[in-house]
């Protein structure tokens, strides 16, 4: 059997029976569609998944101060403003929080309500005037306190968001006063909207010179916010910026390698969209197997005779095969236009920047005719094994 006849068969028989051809075709369609859309879709939103990561998540350095064993503090309290002056650092502020600190008995006033609860156990914490920056977060009412504050010992605090629900603060307009371990502080900001730090929307945060009262002497650590891109830089400077005379003592906690997480994020991406694909291409596959069996079944008497008059068990099987082909390199033709055009669909409608990987494109329809040649095995296998004589029965 010429190799023109066999290819003329193999057409005719798709053509014979349009509708069950475009139905079969389907299914390739379908999973060829969906690979490419994932794929596509992936490298795309992955893309805007690295731009935030960089611009959040790598720029957050922080810097444990162990406790002193010497009686001098390891960091002083203005170790900051030299760490601030270092090119990179954006926002910086030296905290300290204790044992003692922890679960302190704050009321919002001091009459005793029996019927509902006056008095939350909340942490109390020292910290610089930085931290609303330090912390990602901003003043949702008042104002943090300042260096004024600071030095005169002002009895002045800060409280989080969580912290001004339970203690049911809700204005400031007329300073009001929150009592912390049975000492008395005025109220002057409410901090939120933290994107570092979160912890600190339930808690307390005095200056250091009201902070002493509850052991927040010595600070125990430093939040640092960098530029995108000094992260590795200020983490090696900050040290000998903090404590000049024991920089190695202290250890500092930076986010990896920009690159190297940018990369891993991106390649979890792609590996769980690329098997949202394949599940999508083997269902594709089973269908165009079934209905190609279910073809085999209704042209018996066909393949009987075609063996009648000489056609070899190949020349059976290779039709088949090559019917099945057709139909997964169509679809997969169909499915990689339509895919190309569902990414830029998305990346116009999330105004993102599309990413088309001409590979895949190409690659597609030479999958989608791989996934019929062997879907169409078994069928074609089946439709070799008849026998002239029982097909023709």
Known sequence: MHVRDLAGEAVAGLLARPVRTALTTLGTVLGITTLVVTLGVAATAGNQIVGRFD???????????????????????DAVERLTRLRGVESAAAVADAVEGANVSVRS????????VTTHAL???????????????????????????????????????????????????????IFVGGHA??????????????NLSAAVILPPTAGRRFGLREVTRVLVNTSLGATDLIARQAPAALSPGAGDLLQVIAP???????DAARDDADALFLILGLVSLVVG????????????????QEIGLRRALGAARRHVAAQFLLESTLIGLAGGVIGASLGVVAIVAVSAVQQWTPLLDVRLAIAAPLAGALVGLL?????????ARMEPVDALR
């Open 375 to 383: 879907a169409g095995l078994h069928p074609a296998w089946r439709a």
């Open 285 to 300: 596959a089973l269908g165009i197997a079934n209905v190609t069996l279910v073809t085999v079944m209704e042209r018996v």
């Open 256 to 262: 990896p390698s920009p690159a190297r997480a940018r």
């Open 123 to 177: 942490t109390v914490l020292a910290a610089t005037t930085g931290l609303p920056g330090a912390a990602r977060g901003r003043m949702t009412l008042g104002r943090f306190y300042d260096e004024g504050h600071v030095r005169r010992g002002d009895r002045v605090a800060v409280i989080g968001e969580e912290a001004a629900r339970m203690l049911g603060i809700t204005r400031l307009d007329r300073a009001p006063a």
């Open 55 to 77: 611009e959040l998540a790598a720029t957050a350095v922080t810097v444990e101060v162990p406790e002193s064993t010497t009686g001098a503090p390891v960091v002083t309290w």
């Open 185 to 198: 502080y005025t109220v002057l900001g409410v901090l939120g909207d933290l994107r570092r730090e979160r």
């Open 109 to 116: 006033n001091a009459l005793v309500d029996p019927a509902r």
